[in-house]
Nanobody, 125 residues
Framework: QLQLVESGGGLVQPGGSLRLSCAAA????????VGWFRQAPGKEREGISS????????NYADSVKGRFTVSRDNAKNTVYLQMNSLKPEDTAVYYC??????????????????WGQGTQVTVSS
């Protein structure tokens, strides 16, 4: 069964940090580009970051640039999203997604073949 599983979400105070993990089961994530998306209550899901299969190319939305860092460890079949200087507006459900053949926009949901179930991140004092 092909599966992506996110973990690492939780409640954190403004200014704090979290590291999300996206682990693949049933397939080699090393062949896939991976995107991170988030969906806040009442808002559409938005792409916030992506990383190429080799890790050599990364992308960030302006809203997270300079605060979030995406990385991957293909030996562990896992992609990470390090989130620093968190703000209340970062509160959302965070999803990872895998793209076998990147061709279009990294932030387009239609690009991705497999999705995780999401992990909640809440930034609040």
């Amino acid at each position: 069964q092909l599966q992506l599983v996110e973990s690492g979400g939780g409640l954190v105070q403004p200014g704090g940090s979290l590291r999300l993990s996206c682990a693949a089961a049933g397939f080699d994530l090393g062949y896939y580009a991976v995107g991170w998306f988030r969906q806040a209550p009442g808002k559409e899901r938005e792409g916030i970051s992506s990383i190429s299969s080799s890790g050599g190319r990364v992308n960030y939305a302006d809203s997270v640039k300079g605060r979030f860092t995406v990385s991957r460890d293909n030996a562990k079949n896992t992609v990470y999203l390090q989130m620093n200087s968190l703000k209340p507006e970062d509160t959302a459900v965070y999803y990872c997604a895998a793209d076998w053949s990147p061709a279009g926009s990294w932030s387009s949901e239609a690009e991705y073949d497999y999705w995780g179930q999401g992990t909640q991140v809440t930034v609040s004092s």
